[in-house]
């Protein structure tokens, strides 16, 4: 069964940094992209940035320039480094993988439990 887990969550203060984490595990075959999501209060849920096995990475208008979004594939792990972390950036982010599980022919997408950042002072 697949699994993704997030870590890193927490309070930071304004201007601070924080890093996120997401690991995959499970029978995987292969991971096609790697995103992560967020959703504040009463906003709905939006891509904040992605990044394919191949191909250009995306970020958000609101991230670019503070956070930065990789991975490690040898880990199945994929990571948010955020910076110049402002207030509007409070919500609950989330994982998401595109991937393929042993034995199967098709991609699925597969989600974290979601990690709380608060940006307070």
């Known amino acids: 069964q697949v699994q993704l887990v997030e870590s890193g969550g927490g309070l930071v203060q304004p201007g601070g940094s924080r890093r996120l984490s997401c690991a995959a595990s499970?029978?995987?075959?292969?991971?096609?992209?790697m995103g992560w999501y967020r959703q504040a209060p009463g906003k709905q849920r939006e891509l904040v940035a992605s990044?394919?096995?191949?191909?250009?990475?995306y970020y958000a208008d609101s991230v670019k320039g503070r956070f930065t979004i990789s991975r490690d594939n040898a880990k199945n792990t994929g990571y948010l480094q955020m910076n110049s972390l402002k207030p509007e950036d409070t919500a609950v982010y989330y994982c998401?993988?595109?991937?393929?599980?042993?034995?199967?022919?098709?991609?699925?997408?597969?989600w974290g439990q979601g990690t709380q950042v608060t940006v307070s002072s």
């Open positions: 998401s993988a595109d991937l393929r599980p042993v034995g199967s022919i098709f991609r699925e997408t597969y």
């Open positions: 499970g029978r995987i075959s292969s991971i096609n992209v």
């Open positions: 990044v394919p096995s191949g191909g250009s990475i």
